[in-house]
Structure formats: C-alpha cells, structure tokens
Nanobody, 117 residues
Framework: QVTLVESGGGLVQPGGSLRLSCAASGIIFSFYTMRWYLQAPGKQRELVATITSGGATNYADSVKGRFTISRDNAKNTVYLQMNSLKPEDTAVYYC???????????WGQGTQVTVSS
C-alpha cells in the first residue's frame, strides 16, 4: 500500500516561514519525481515545485526565490521550505509522486497553510 503523508502546515504571519514534509511509504522513493501542488479555495490545483530523482528542481514563478524543494532518499521524504510567506500562499498543499516511467502516480491528503496576521 502506497501512502504519502504531509505534515508541517499551519498558521503563520506574513513574512514568516514553514517547512512542509511529505513522507512516502510503499514505493521505491528514488524512482519517483516528487512535486508539491497547492489548491486555494475555489481555484484549481496548481504546481508549485518539482524535484526529480536526480535532484533537479523547478519552481512556479510565484514562489521562485522564496520556496525550496529538497528530498532525502534515505528517509523517503520530500520537503518544501517556504520563506517570506504571503497571504496569497494560503492554500492546501499536496504532495505528488510520479514514477519515472509514468506507471505510478500518488497523492497525499494535503496540509493546510494559512498566511494571515
């Protein structure tokens, strides 16, 4: 059974930081590209950041310079370090894994991030 479990969300003031974690089980973690998505209320889910099995990263323009995605293959975990948070970053953040040959894709249950004073 494959599970992705996100943690680290919460309420933070504008300008603050949070670190999200996504722990995977039931997959060969190093085979998977990992991504973080966000979904704001009433909006479609959108891609935030990607990290390949080799460690290459990519970011949405809206978070470049503020967010950093990383992974620890020994811990089967992907992280999203979020700095200089803005109210518009408020959303549910989801972890996604996609196998290198597209033969498996999985989602976590999401973690709420609220940026408000």
């Amino acid at each position: 059974q494959v599970t992705l479990v996100e943690s680290g969300g919460g309420l933070v003031q504008p300008g603050g930081s949070l670190r999200l974690s996504c722990a995977a089980s039931g997959i060969i973690f190093s085979f998977y590209t990992m991504r973080w998505y966000l979904q704001a209320p009433g909006k479609q889910r959108e891609l935030v950041a990607t990290i390949t099995s080799g460690g290459a990263t990519n970011y949405a323009d809206s978070v470049k310079g503020r967010f950093t995605i990383s992974r620890d293959n020994a811990k089967n975990t992907v992280y999203l370090q979020m700095n200089s948070l803005k109210p518009e970053d408020t959303a549910v953040y989801y972890c996604n894994s996609l196998r290198f040959d597209d033969r498996g894709e999985y989602w976590g249950q999401g973690t709420q991030v609220t940026v408000s004073s």
